[in-house]
């Protein structure tokens, strides 16, 4: 039983090998932008596949069109340990070199220390170059004169002209008569409110006054007689 469990798990182990192998023999290395005679400027992105079944690391280098010394630069991060199926390889300053021509080289190497090598030529570099203007496609004009329009008639309408009235003059407003002054009622002591009132308890008065110096005659008769009766009396009285 043991024995039958250890060839299944080799049998599986090799198939998966194979199978990673078979995944990278297609992808051993290829830079799929930018393409050749491209015209690059800034960071440029190199996008392609960096892979070995036996993978040890792979170089991007650039160098300029024509290279007779066969001299290259190393692209800012190389080299790269990690393999790449499809995807980002590195990213290309191009603002540090002159305008110009160059060639990408990638190098993938395995862990013998051979190498498989791909190219990537006539790249332009045109940082100092201005972007290119979209020129305006061409109006077409129309062949043959141009028809002018009739001039439009004027149709004058003649409108009367009606006088305007002569405007009646305005009545001047009469002055405002001053107003009387406005008597002012004399208040009189005793609650006396008019001249009849006045003259009703002016008799009244009068009348108070001269029963009252009657009644004082009539008081003084009275108490004369009496004293005169009283002394009488008295002299009778002293002469018996």
Known sequence: MRRTAAGFALAALLLVLSTFQGSFAGAAGAITSPRDRA???GQVPIEGAAADPSFQKYEI???PEPNPGDQWTPLQGSPFT???VQGRLGLWDTTIIPDGTYSLRLRTVRLD???DEFFVRGIQVVNARPTDTPVPAAT?????PTRTPAPTATILVAVPTVASPTPLPTETPQPTGTPEPTSVP???PFGITGIGDAAIKGAQIVAAVFAGIGLLFALRALLTA???RLTGRDRDELGA
């Open 39 to 41: 015209s690059v400027r």
């Open 61 to 63: 280098h650039y160098g």
């Open 82 to 84: 990690v393999p790449v």
């Open 113 to 115: 220390g051979n190498y």
């Open 140 to 144: 077409r004009t129309p062949s043959g």
């Open 186 to 188: 004399v208040k009189l």
């Open 226 to 228: 009496l004293f005169r």
